[in-house]
């Protein structure tokens, strides 16, 4: 072996190491830190995806293997982490297909949201069977407990008469809200479909434009994700949000009934709702960058209107709705990606 090649090994392996180290950084992040996780999450796919769109497949399944083992002896999940290593190989692979064949942004975007998806479904059906339990219901069960176990631990019988009184209300009246706040509680475990919708679309749509813009930079050559400031969408999305106000405002003759419309419309809303506040977002930012406004002051902004974060929410949906009509920044039309 000549002196290049060797020293070409080495490089080889110090970026695998890296690379390794990268992704089991990410993997971690996104299991052992709530809510944020979602960054490790969307990064989490980019090592392996650089290294088998580069032609280096061996190391590519390297770097996930060893991540996700890694990751499994700490946290102890033998089977959320295989999964894991299958969904980054799934994806890694996804790309190099849609590289080579000069697939749409489109195609690609929404196959690896199908991974996703495919990865959450396959880890409730193996755990379902090793376990010997339906997962999902057990999870509700598991959940609806912990909210009554919190409740009643937080407001026990003899601190009642207390809160009541810090409220001005009387007992009867408290006891009332709580039962209200502890229904609301156990009805998010039904709007998870719509939560993973949203979160794995827009995971997708991220992970998309921050690994299109790496792949570039290593000279592959794949299609761009066009800037956030110029985001749009059809105009005909908005039936989705206009049918989830209708299912969730309009009575319905029948509880059962009426709680399959609930779920239904707070599903589509979980969906839509936040893709709409993130057009609206889309819209400020793009406003701001035609009208040259430089980026400190952009920045300010945003965190203002952060620190107004319910009347913010509110505008941000209303300006991204009325939108598909108005186009604020004047835009071509056409699809988000």
Excluded: H
């Amino acid at each position: 072996m000549s002196f290049e090649n060797l020293k070409s090994t080495k490089i080889d392996r110090l970026n695998l190491a890296l690379l390794t180290l990268f992704t089991f950084l990410s993997l971690a992040f996104a299991v052992f830190i709530p809510f944020f996780g979602v960054a490790g999450i969307i990064l989490l796919p980019v090592p392996s995806t650089i290294l088998i769109t580069g032609g280096r497949i061996r190391d590519g399944i390297i770097c996930a293997v060893i991540a996700c083992t890694a990751v499994a002896l700490i946290y102890s999940d033998f089977v959320l982490m295989p999964i894991m290593a299958i969904l980054i190989a799934a994806i890694s692979f996804l790309y190099k297909n849609s590289i080579s064949k000069d697939k749409s942004k489109l195609f690609t975007i929404s196959s690896i949201f199908s991974v996703f998806c495919g990865a959450v479904v396959l880890y409730f059906v193996i755990n379902s069977a090793v376990y010997r339990v339906n997962y999902i219901s057990e999870f509700i069960k598991s959940y609806n407990t912990s909210i009554d176990w919190a409740i009643n631990l937080i407001f026990g019988d003899e601190l009642i008469s207390k809160y009541s009184s810090l409220f001005l209300i009387d007992d009867s009246q408290f006891r009332s809200m709580l039962e209200q706040w502890r229904n609301i509680l156990k009805f998010i475990p039904y709007i998870i479909p719509g939560i993973l919708i949203f979160m794995f679309s827009f995971i997708s749509v991220i992970n998309y434009a921050i690994t299109s813009r790496l792949l570039v930079k290593f000279n592959i050559n794949i299609r761009p994700f066009i800037s956030f400031k110029d985001w749009d969408i059809p105009w005909y999305y908005c039936w989705g949000m206009i049918l989830s106000l209708v299912l969730i405002l309009i009575p319905y003759g029948g509880q059962n009934l009426s709680k399959i419309l609930d779920i239904a419309g707070f599903n589509l809303l979980a969906i839509f709702g936040p893709l709409y506040l993130v057009l609206g977002v889309s819209v400020i930012w793009g406003l701001m960058d035609k009208f040259k406004v430089p980026p400190v002051w952009t920045i300010g902004i945003f965190i203002i209107l952060g620190l107004l974060l319910g009347v913010t929410i509110l505008i941000l949906l209303f300006i991204g709705l009325i939108d598909i009509w108005i186009n604020f920044r004047r835009l071509e039309r056409r699809q988000l990606i």
